[in-house]
T-cell receptor, first 113, second 111 residues
């Protein structure tokens, strides 16, 4: 058990809708990263938050946004959902700085119809 | 741009048949190379971190090694419960230390 939890486990949305995914890290894990994993692919980096500030972003459009809260929880928001957004969304938390080992949660499976 | 290539894409072994999984990488300043195991529909489970060429780490039937261009995950006498997808990722020395993953190697071990 990594102590990283995500909710919901599964979600079905329609194209154009908005979705919020949640992640809860271990106490003391002040860095959280979000990844998108399409079927048969490795995880792709979306963005990272360190002490509640965005600390880098991958090649994802602005409709992907995030927040990190002081209680070690975080959110991934996706606006104007597209069919290609269907994927497993993973959050990973790490202790101390951004360069430490990242521990992943179980993921949220999003299906966009 | 950081790149990770894993081979083969899939590997089928008989129980007890040892083998190696390959991870080739290019990165501008390697901070760490990570191996994860992922079961279907679940999040990646951390296995090893390697930091410098020549380093080796072991855990049960798994042994990870690192050179300046690639890493190997050696599996000795595998069991059916070792069946999973094995992911390799690199982390650079940058303020934003994202992980860049390969596509993974799907290992199937037959009893």
């Amino acid at each position: 058990e990594t102590g990283v939890t995500q909710s919901p486990t599964h979600l079905i949305k329609t194209r154009g809708q908005q979705v919020t995914l949640r992640c809860s890290s271990q106490s003391g894990h002040n860095t959280v990263s979000w990844y998108q994993q399409a079927l048969g692919q490795g995880p792709q980096f979306i963005f990272q938050y360190y002490r509640e500030e965005e600390n880098g972003r991958g090649n994802f459009p602005p409709r992907f946004s995030g927040l990190q809260f002081p209680n070690y929880s975080s959110e991934l928001n996706v606006n104007a959902l597209e069919l290609d957004d269907s994927a497993l969304y993973l959050c990973a938390s790490s202790y101390t700085g951004p360069g430490e080992t990242q521990y992943f949660g179980p993921g949220t499976r999003l299906l966009v119809l | 741009e950081d790149q990770v290539t894993q081979s083969p894409e899939a590997l089928r072994l008989q129980e007890g048949e040892s083998s190696s999984l390959n991870c080739s990488y290019t990165v501008s300043g390697l901070r760490g190379l990570f191996w994860y195991r992922q079961d279907p529909g679940k999040g990646p489970e951390f296995l090893f971190t390697l930091y410098s060429a020549g380093e080796e780490k072991e855990k049960e039937r798994l042994k990870a090694t690192l050179t300046k261009k690639e890493s190997f995950l050696h599996i000795t006498a595998p069991k059916p419960e070792d069946s999973a997808t094995y992911l390799c990722a690199v982390q650079p020395y940058r303020a934003n230390s994202k992980l860049t993953f390969g596509k993974g190697i799907t290992l199937s071990v037959r009893p």
